[in-house]
T-cell receptor, first 112, second 111 residues
Framework: DTAVSQTPKYLVTQMGNDKSIKCEQNLGHDTMYWYKQDSKKFLKIMFSYNNKELIINETVPNRFSPKSPDKAHLNLHINSLELGDSAVYFC???????????FGPGTRLTVT | GENVEQHPSTLSVQEGDSAVIKCTYSDSASNYFPWYKQELGKGPQLIIDIRSNVGEKKDQRIAVTLNKTAKHFSLHITETQPEDSAVYFCAATAYGQNFVFGPGTRLSVLP
């Protein structure tokens, strides 16, 4: 009965490849997020979706494209992977109000 | 936009002592301030939060205080235990739209 799940947990790939990370939440939340955590542990929001609509799109390269097929899923597709994309990516979800946010276990992406 | 600072970046305390982590924010529109605990290899876990209309909130050994005028909020952990060792993040958001996180505090509780 995992609240927010992500697959895969680890992803190792070469520069130039395209990869996807999947996220699902079973909390009935309306809002979902993608965060990037770099090697210094700094957490930065990338995208926010509310009921399948894009709400926040921070200064993220357009090689990153989120897709929300329904409000329980928010997937992240990355084209032409670069070394600097190596990080841990977290999915999260919350209600509109209250704002309590729940995170998934993370996907460690390593680009070689 | 919002900017959140957090201090200290590392904190070591003896088991049983108290630990205090402080954060400041810049956007007066922010109205929700959560604290997260991140253990190694796991996602951040919400441990306590506070809204802008409240000055203090307590949950067993942890408490959060908020000073809206000064735009700062703090996490207080009393009677620390080794299992409290983790990285702690503060965050701020206006109405849950864009969560801005502090850089984190690595807390070590020494037995």
């Amino acid at each position: 009965d995992t609240a927010v799940s992500q697959t895969p947990k680890y992803l190792v790939t070469q520069m130039g490849n395209d990869k996807s990370i999947k996220c699902e939440q079973n909390l009935g939340h309306d809002t979902m997020y993608w965060y990037k955590q770099d090697s210094k542990k700094f957490l930065k929001i990338m995208f926010s979706y509310n009921n399948k609509e894009l709400i926040i799109n921070e200064t993220v390269p357009n090689r990153f494209s989120p897709k929300s097929p329904d409000k329980a899923h928010l997937n992240l597709h990355i084209n032409s992977l670069e070394l600097g994309d190596s990080a841990v990516y977290f999915c999260a979800s919350s209600q509109v109000d209250p704002y309590e946010q729940y995170f998934g276990p993370g996907t460690r992406l390593t680009v070689t | 936009g919002e900017n959140v600072e957090q201090h200290p970046s590392t904190l070591s305390v003896q088991e049983g002592d108290s630990a205090v982590i402080k954060c400041t924010y810049s956007d007066s529109a922010s109205n929700y301030f959560p604290w997260y605990k991140q253990e190694l290899g796991k996602g951040p876990q919400l441990i306590i939060d506070i809204r802008s209309n409240v000055g203090e909130k307590k949950d067993q050994r942890i408490a959060v205080t908020l000073n809206k005028t000064a735009k700062h909020f703090s996490l207080h952990i009393t009677e620390t235990q080794p299992e409290d060792s983790a990285v702690y993040f503060c965050a701020a958001t206006a109405y849950g739209q864009n969560f801005v996180f502090g850089p984190g505090t690595r807390l070590s509780v020494l037995p």
